[in-house]
T-cell receptor, first 114, second 112 residues
Framework: GAGVSQSPSNKVTEKGKDVELRCDPISGHTALYWYRQRLGQGLEFLIYFQGNSAPDKSGLPSDRFSAERTGESVSTLTIQRTQQEDSAVYLC????????????FGEGSRLTVL | KQEVTQIPAALSVPEGENLVLNCSFTDSAIYNLQWFRQDPGKGLTSLLLIQSSQREQTSGRLNASLDKSSGRSTLYIAASQPGDSATYLCAVDSGANSKLTFGKGITLSVRP
């Protein structure tokens, strides 16, 4: 596609529910990244994919968070048993190759946990 | 652990003014540094990318400089316009894998 696409753009959920956030990277981009932006905080790295594999999961905040990528394309970030502190904007980015430099970001998925 | 600081958190200037946004980082062993722009409710747009071997990059009215040894970068905006109003984020790649460390950003308001 023309840019990085994320869905849903907004999600309101109740504490304890599971949520799935989707990212469609730019076609042909082999590297994909998830970041989180909480109110008043800087962006936090969560996880990156090189192809379909995730060499570094160190940024995931807890074992309630998981992510996968298939077909070297779409990625899904899943948050199980959501907590209020999970409320944030979740941003996805892609780049042509790992360490190619320029990242292209989607507009994010705003998650609100009540 | 790399830390990126942007001060001040907010800046308001009259239209037409030239301005400098500052970014500092604690570990000088970086792969590259990027400046992004974020409009309210939107994602990030990459403005300039400076590789560790470079001193500066220019795009239109924007110029970014990098001084690795002192752990500093500046984003210079010439002849500011109201459309430049946004949050400007500095981010450092320390591991050559685009696992970026971001500053909290500077929210710029350019008054007509």
């Amino acid at each position: 596609g023309a840019g990085v696409s994320q869905s849903p753009s907004n999600k309101v959920t109740e504490k304890g529910k599971d949520v799935e956030l989707r990212c469609d990277p730019i076609s042909g981009h082999t590297a994909l990244y998830w970041y989180r932006q909480r109110l008043g905080q800087g962006l936090e790295f969560l996880i990156y994919f090189q192809g379909n594999s995730a060499p570094d999961k160190s940024g995931l905040p807890s074992d309630r968070f998981s992510a996968e990528r298939t077909g070297e394309s779409v990625s899904t970030l899943t948050i199980q048993r959501t907590q209020q502190e999970d409320s944030a904007v979740y941003l996805c980015a892609s780049s042509l190759e790992l360490a190619s430099g320029e990242l292209f970001f989607g507009e994010g998925s705003r998650l609100t946990v009540l | 652990k790399q830390e990126v600081t942007q001060i001040p958190a907010a800046l308001s200037v009259p239209e037409g003014e030239n301005l400098v946004l500052n970014c500092s980082f604690t570990d000088s062993a970086i792969y590259n540094l990027q400046w992004f722009r974020q409009d309210p409710g939107k994602g990030l747009t990459s403005l300039l990318l400076i590789q560790s071997s470079q001193r500066e990059q220019t795009s239109g009215r924007l110029n970014a400089s990098l001084d690795k040894s002192s752990g500093r970068s500046t984003l210079y905006i010439a002849a500011s316009q109201p459309g430049d109003s946004a949050t400007y984020l500095c981010a450092v790649d320390s591991g050559a894998n685009s696992k970026l460390t971001f500053g909290k950003g500077i929210t710029l308001s350019v008054r007509p």
